[in-house]
C-alpha cells in the first residue's frame, strides 16, 4: 500500500515536473512546482468553501462569506447570492436573538466583518431599528460589565475580540475601557476556554489589537506594544514539533495573527507547512475550519477587510460536479457511551457502522435505549451537544458536556468526529 503511494506520488511529481518545464518552454518563464502545488491546495479548500454554499438547510455562515472575501479567487454571483442570504436571514435572526437580550457579540461582529469584506456599507443597516453598529457597541459595553463584576465576558473572550476587531476595521472607535480589559486580560492569561485552547482566543486578540494601534485614535501605544509582544510570543511558544500553532484547527487563526503582527516569516512557515499537510490529508470539511484556514494559506488576515476595496476583477472559481456521497459501511464496530454528571454516571454499550459519526452513533443509541437521551444547538460549527439525559450544560453556568474517546479529549465535534473502530466515547459534565 505504502509503496503504491510513493509511486503514485512520484508518478505525480514527474508530472508536475514535466508539466512545469513545458510550461517554461511555452511560455519562456520557469513555473516553481511547489508553488503550482501550494496553489492547487488553496483552489480546493476554496472550492469546498463555495461547495458548502449549497447547503441552505442551516443560516448563511459570516465566517465562510469573509474567507471566501478575502480569497484571491472568486465566484462573484454565488458570493452575491450568499451575502443576500446573510442580510436576509441571519440579519432577522440576529434581530430575534436581539429582542429576547441574547448576548451575540460573535456572531454580530463576524456579519460586520463580512459585511465589510463586501464593501457594503454597514453605517447604513439597522437592526431593530438602532445602526447596527450600536448594537455591536451595547452588546460590548454589556460583555465589559460583565468582565467588571464577574470578571469574564457574557460570552468569552474570544467573542470580545471579535467585537473589537469588528469595530475597529469599520473605523470605529472602540471605547478604551472596552480595549483596557483585553488588554488585561491577556496580561493576566485570563483567555482560556478550558479545554478549548486558548490559542484561537489569543490570535483573534492579537489581530484585534494590531487593528487597534494602526488606527488614528488609539492612546497608549506603549502598553498595545507590550500586549501584542505577549500575544506574539505566546503563539510563537504554542508551536508543537509538527508545526502546528496549538491545534490543527487554532494553526490558521495563530497564523493570520502572527501575518497581521508583522512576524518574521520563519515565525510561521513551518506552520503554513503543517496547515498544507493537513489540507493533503482532508483534515478541513468543517467549512467554519476552513474559513479561519484558508485566509492565511492565502498569507492574508482579518485586518485585510479594513482596506477592502472590492474591485476585484478575478471570478474564476467554478465548481464541477459534486464528488459522490460516501456508501455508508456495513461493517459495525463496538461503542461504548459513558455519561459522566452529578446525577450519576450510566454505561451504554452498543453497535454501529463503521465510520458513522458520533451524532450519528448517539442518534441510534437514543432510539435503542430508553435511559439515553441527547439534545443538540447549532451553531456555526455545527451540532453541540447541550443536554443529555435531561441535564443541560449551558454557557450562564459555565458548564458543557466535554467529549473525549478512550481518555483523549476530542478535537472536533459530533458531527465530524468520525467512530473508525471500537472505543469508548465519554460524556463528561465539565465546568471550565
Ligand atoms: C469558546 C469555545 C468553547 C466553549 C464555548 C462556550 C463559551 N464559553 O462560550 C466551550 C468550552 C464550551 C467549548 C466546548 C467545545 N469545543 Co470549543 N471553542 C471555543 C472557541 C474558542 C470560540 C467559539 C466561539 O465563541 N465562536 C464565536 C461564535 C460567533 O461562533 P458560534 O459558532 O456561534 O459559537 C458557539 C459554538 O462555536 C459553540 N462551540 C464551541 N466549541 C465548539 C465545538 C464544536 C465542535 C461545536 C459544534 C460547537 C462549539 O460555542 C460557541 C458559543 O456558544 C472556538 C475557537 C474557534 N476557532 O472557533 C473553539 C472550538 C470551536 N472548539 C472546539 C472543540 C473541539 C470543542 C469541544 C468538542 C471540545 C471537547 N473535546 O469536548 C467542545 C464541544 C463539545 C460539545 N458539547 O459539543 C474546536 C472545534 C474544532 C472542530 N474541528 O470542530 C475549536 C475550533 C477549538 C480548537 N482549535 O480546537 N468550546
Redesign the pocket.
Known sequence: MEAAIVTDNSEMNLALLIGCAVFAVVTGKPQDPVASDHEELILSLNKKLLRSLEDQSSLPNPSVHLALRLSTHHNLDMERAHLVRLMADLHRDLESSLAKHQPVT??LA?YALALRASCTEVSALTLNQEPLILQLKKQMEREKEHIATSHRPL??Y??YS?GVLALCASGVRVSTHVSNKLVHAIKHDHTK?????S???LAVAGMALQCLKESVSVQDVSQLDETLRTVKQKLVDSQRPDGHL??E??TG?AVQALLAMGSQVSDYSASLEALRTDVRKGTYH?P??IS?TLPALQQRSYLHVKTAECREKDDSLVLGPKPPSKEPSSQMVSLQVDVISADGSPSFRTQVPKDCSVYEALTLLQENQKDFTFETES????????VVNGER?R?SDRS?????SDGT????????YKIEKAQKITIKKTI?
Do not use: E
Not at 379 to 386: E, I, K, N, Y
Open positions: 460573535g456572531l463576524l460570552t468569552n474570544y467573542q471579535l476556554n478550558g479545554v478549548c485552547d490559542v484561537d482566543t496549538g491545534n484547527f487554532s487563526l468543517n467554519m475550519g479561519q451553531s456555526l460549527w455545527g451540532p453541540f451537544l447541550s450544560a454557557q458543557y458536556w466535554h467529549l473525549s479529549s476530542l478535537t472536533q465535534g459530533i458531527q465530524d471550565y
